[in-house]
């Protein structure tokens, strides 16, 4: 059966989307369209391409995830180094890394932009700070002049996990009229980062294009599960700006889902996990994937589409029950 599927962010956690993949699969459901916020884009990036759940398990484990952990060797002195990246490039990581990785998987499946894919199969959310908006890529791109057909889905992928201050924002120059007075350099860039900072779990993403006559079943896949360690140790400004954006991120985790989004979310639990734990063991990433793989599994095997339709009838369209 058709159905579309949505993904929530949650950094490393979102190795436990790749198994509610494959169960959701084997359980004969296919994805038509997808959307995705952070780690949930990537998953949804990967699913667009043509990749199955099991192939997803594949890459992950033989992807050393800590290497997305980039920066130049003059900012890894201890203290300073990380301080003065932050500064600069307004990150303690660069997002490069992760960006080419997702490259390199779309292009073995022939896919590098947004028009080597059907008329809205992929939907990524983003988050402009500096007008202070939510982007739904590649659709709001063209706000910026850019063709959304001939964007890069790894780019907005990338913006989509630049989680703040931990990895570098993606920079977009702004359009200046020739006969302007050009701006300073600072004020010439938007800045886009996170998804997960407006819309972590972009269930409402599809729901603008159905009607009671058009009923695709939209699943969401949400990662949920407060981590084992309760606590952030802050020594200075650094390990402060990640505590609050950790807390940030994670707090959607614990978020009520109210009925209308209940019915169609199978929740994942995440094992304690962190969202920027990227030195997880290949133990800790296979129970992740088995822990979304059970979830998934449990919540199709009580699934039917005669449920889903009435349920999303009474409290998505509010049609009134006889």
């Keep these: 059966m058709l159905i579309n599927g949505v993904f929530e962010g949650g950094g490393v956690k979102g ?22 916020t952070s780690s949930g884009a990537i998953v949804a990036a990967l699913l667009a391409a043509g990749y199955t759940g099991e192939e997803m398990k594949e890459i992950i484990f033989r992807t050393p995830f800590k290497t997305f952990m980039q920066r130049s060797l003059i900012f890894n002195t201890k203290i300073i180094g990380p301080a003065a990246r932050l500064l600069i490039k307004k990150g303690l990581y660069s997002g490069e890394a992760l960006e080419q990785w997702v490259s390199g998987l779309l292009a073995a499946k022939g896919i590098r932009n947004f028009g080597d894919l059907k008329h809205n199969q992929l939907r990524i959310i983003a988050s402009d700070i500096t007008q202070g908006k939510l982007l739904v890529l590649p659709e709001d791109i063209a706000q910026y002049g850019i063709d959304p057909r001939k964007f890069s889905i790894a780019k907005a992928v990338r913006m989509s996990t630049s989680i703040p201050y931990f990895f570098d924002p993606v920079m977009i120059r702004r359009q200046i009229k020739s006969s302007a007075k050009a701006a300073p350099f600072a004020e010439q860039f938007y800045y886009i980062v996170d998804g997960g900072l407006l819309s972590n779990y972009p269930l409402w993403v599809f729901d603008r294009d159905t009607d009671r006559e058009d009923i695709i079943p939209v699943i969401g896949f949400q990662l949920v599960g407060k ?13 402060m700006l990640e505590a609050l954006f950790g807390t940030m991120l994670s707090a959607h985790d614990e978020r009520y889902i109210e009925m209308k989004n209940r019915f169609r979310t199978v929740k994942i639990p995440t094992l304690g996990v962190g969202n920027t734990q990227f030195n997880l063991s290949k133990e800790l990433s296979l129970a992740l994937y088995d822990s979304g793989y059970q979830a998934a599994q449990d919540y199709f095997n009580k699934w039917s589409a005669q449920t889903y339709e009435e349920n999303y009838l009474k409290y998505v369209l509010r049609v009134p029950t006889k």
Excluded at 227 to 239: A, V
């Design 15 to 36: 190795i436990a989307l790749a198994g509610g993949v494959s169960a959701a699969m084997k359980q004969g459901h296919v994805f038509h369209q997808v959307a995705g």
């Design 227 to 239: 981590s084992e360690t309760p606590t952030h140790t802050i020594k200075g400004p650094i390990t």
